[in-house]
């Protein structure tokens, strides 16, 4: 079956530090990769979708690219605000099986010091 | 404004007893979905609804069932609640299986 790998569970940085979050995928076909954002309290949320159409997905100030040789699509960002301490998902939905499906990572937990 | 709604936010139940926690969408979403969020292990599917009374089963239905009789509205019942089922579980609904909207969550503490 389809899995997403997300190898950091933490992450610490400092304000204005460059960000870069691994995560790997196995699938047997094309997936549609995601990236949800979680903050304390919350449920995750939207950050970045990206499709075997558009291989980079930006958003408030995020990047991932989404390289099928390799089958990663890892998140960066340049200048991290202590505003972006949350948890981190990669995720993939299974275009192939019609199901829906979304498989998450484990999350990668981002802590951003003043 | 998109929204899924979640209620209750808190709930404390004895082991044993029944649990019934509710989730709302007002996107007109046809795909609505249950997880169950523990530490360390990420979100866990537990149902998926493809529209009313069409559910299947995720990754960890063990335990559960759902009621889905309206569009936007998705249940999922605890029948006989295990300590174990002590959860935060995330309802979300998208349309055309696409992107997943989630709701605040429920934290589920079964004593």
């Known amino acids: 079956g389809d899995s997403v790998t997300q190898k950091q569970g933490q992450v610490t940085l400092s304000e204005d530090d460059f960000l870069f979050i691994n995560c790997t995928y196995s699938?047997?076909?094309?997936?549609?990769l995601f990236w949800y954002v979680q903050y304390p309290g919350q449920g995750p949320q939207l950050l970045l979708k990206?499709?075997?159409?558009?291989n980079k997905g930006i958003s408030r100030g995020f990047e991932a690219t989404y390289d099928k040789g390799t089958t990663s699509f890892h998140l960066q960002k340049a200048s991290v605000q202590e505003s972006d301490s949350a948890v981190y998902f990669c995720?993939?939905?299974?275009?192939?099986?019609?199901?829906?499906?979304?498989?998450f990572g484990d999350g990668t937990v981002l802590t951003v010091k003043p | 404004d998109m929204k899924v709604t979640q209620m209750p936010r808190y709930l404390i139940k004895r082991m044993g007893e029944n649990v019934l926690l509710e989730c709302g969408q007002d996107?007109?979403?046809?795909?609505m979905y249950w997880y169950r969020q523990d530490p360390g292990l990420g979100l866990q599917l537990i149902y998926i609804?493809?529209?009313?009374?069409?559910?299947s089963e995720g990754d960890i239905p063990k335990g559960y069932r759902v009621s889905r009789k309206k569009r936007e509205h998705f249940s999922l019942i605890l029948d006989s609640a295990k300590t174990n089922q002590t959860s935060v579980y995330f309802c979300?609904?998208?349309?055309?299986?696409?992107?997943?909207?989630f709701g605040p969550g429920t934290r589920l503490l079964v004593l």
């Open positions: 979300a609904s998208s349309l055309y299986q696409d992107t997943q909207y």
């Open positions: 699938t047997t076909t094309y997936p549609t």
């Open positions: 990206v499709t075997t159409a558009n």
């Open positions: 995720a993939l939905v299974d275009r192939g099986t019609n199901t829906g499906k979304l498989t």
């Open positions: 996107m007109s979403h046809e795909t």
């Open positions: 609804s493809y529209d009313v009374d069409s559910n």
